[in-house]
């Protein structure tokens, strides 16, 4: 009893040293102090098991004492883990084809996205496509029209790159609206995943046609049934645009452009033309349906911005997240992502009182350029309400903005390039949801 006594002093002294450790309101704890804690003396801070040091108890369970299954020629994920998957819409009436599935943010850790949750976004439908068939056709301001079968493109050098691509669709439903929707971080922020893409340069190709005096643009239109086609300014068409043929190692899925797509690092999503069958060299924008009636920024006055690729900074936490229950009090780790089109991840903040106090987040040591970011900090939950926001800054100084601040810039009508803060509302009783701070 008095050894039970100790203890549960001993605890009791370090979650006070945590309390007074707190580096923003609200809980938040100093990743540093932490590390230096024993976890295991510091109950009621963390969930976990006491084990009796008897190895005797331990058994073995009947799947450690019986043969699995046998290999197999592609890989699934576990049956236990089947609710992991693309938040897809039921089927468009309408417009068959058309429509998105989210990558389930919330579910997933690390940084790069599984090639099963990759986000889609279609404006017509998914084409079969026989890369036998299909063709490359580069021409206009050239010296030389050049035609590139998949069997030609799979012969050049090729680089691989991790980035990231978001819609520039992504989030809008949080531009607006007196009153935030219920939503889970995937549902709301999901149009958004980043993977390894491989492919070849479009300088190598642009360099073989010769592109001619007074050109400034190049145009790319898909083969599926939309033709969707958008501009590019041929300095970023030189600078860093792919071809991409792989990602993540395998053969890029229909659902990404199968069997090719250009792929334009840190710009909105829809510029990374999948089904990619044609690219010409122009003196300007070709200004198609979707760089015109869409893809551009209302702004209060009536007009609009057009050609305003990159995407913002921006930042999301994952978890605690819409939707999801904290079920217990004590140590919690709060995780999201960062990215933006203007470079890498160079500072996330975190707050659990709704902006007022701020903490730096720990971010990854790998700062890739164009390329998700994951932060983590210790927060420690006592059963008050909480409103988690995350903040950050990239390598150019870009500072993500609070919402308030984003939607006085546009029209209410405008859902592209939202990238204001995210606010995550912790009810006493635990529930997460999401609302406009």
């Known amino acids: 009893m008095q050894n039970n006594n100790k203890s549960e002093r001993v605890r009791s002294d370090e979650k006070i040293a945590l309390l007074n450790d707190q580096v923003a309101g609200n809980g938040l704890i100093s990743r540093r102090h932490l590390l230096g804690l024993s976890l295991a003396g510091a109950g009621g801070l963390v969930t ?8 005797g108890l331990l058994t073995r369970p009947a799947w450690s004492m019986t043969p699995g299954r046998d290999p197999s020629e592609y890989g699934n994920p576990s ?4 609710q992991i998957k693309r938040l897809a819409p039921a089927p468009n009436a309408i417009s068959p084809g058309t429509g998105a599935s989210r990558t389930p943010l919330h579910l997933l850790q690390g940084t790069i ?4 949750l990759h986000f889609e976004r279609h404006h017509s439908g ?3 496509i026989d890369p036998a068939q299909h063709r490359l056709v580069l021409h206009g301001m050239v010296r030389q029209p050049l035609e590139f079968s998949y069997e030609d493109l799979l012969a050049y050098p090729m680089v691989s790159r991790v980035h990231f691509l978001e819609c520039s669709g992504n989030s809008g439903g949080n531009s607006s609206g007196a009153s935030a929707s219920d939503g889970s ?3 709301i922020h999901g149009l958004l995943s980043c993977a390894e893409w491989t492919g070849v340069r479009l300088s190598t190709l642009l360099d073989e046609a010769g592109v001619a005096a007074g050109a400034s643009w190049i145009t790319a239109t898909g083969a599926d049934a939309a033709s969707l086609g958008r501009s590019v300014p041929l300095d970023k068409a030189l600078r860093d645009v792919i071809i991409a043929l792989y990602q993540n190692g395998e053969p890029i899925r229909p659902e990404q452009g199968y069997p090719m797509r250009m792929f334009v690092p840190g710009w909105e999503g829809n510029v990374s033309v999948k089904w990619l069958t044609q690219i010409k060299v122009t003196d300007g924008p070709a ?3 979707d760089e015109t009636s869409r893809y551009t920024e209302l702004l209060p006055d009536g007009k609009s911005l057009q050609f305003t690729y990159p995407m913002g900074v921006k930042s999301v936490i994952t978890s605690p997240s819409g939707q999801m229950t904290l079920t217990r009090h004590g140590l919690h780790e709060v995780t999201g992502l960062a990215w933006s089109g203007s ?3 160079r500072r ?3 707050s659990a009182d709704g902006g007022r106090t701020w903490a730096d987040a720990l971010i990854d040591a790998d700062q890739r350029e164009l390329a998700l970011t994951r932060f983590r900090l210790p927060w420690l939950w006592e059963g008050a309400e909480a409103v988690l926001q995350s903040r950050a800054t990239d390598s150019a100084g870009n500072v993500q903005p609070s919402r308030a601040a984003w939607v006085a810039q546009y029209s209410p009508a405008n859902r592209y390039h939202f990238n204001g803060i995210q606010s995550w509302a912790v009810s006493a009783q635990g529930e997460v949801k999401n609302v406009y701070a």
Request: charged share 15%; aromatic share 4%; glycine share 10%.
């Open 48 to 55: 976990s098991s006491v084990l009796a040091a008897d190895a």
């Open 79 to 82: 049956s236990h883990a089947a």
């Open 113 to 116: 996205t599984p090639n099963s």
């Open 126 to 128: 998914v084409p079969d």
């Open 185 to 187: 971080a995937g549902g």
């Open 287 to 289: 200004n198609f349906r």
């Open 343 to 345: 470079g890498s991840i």
């Open 348 to 350: 996330v903040e975190i």
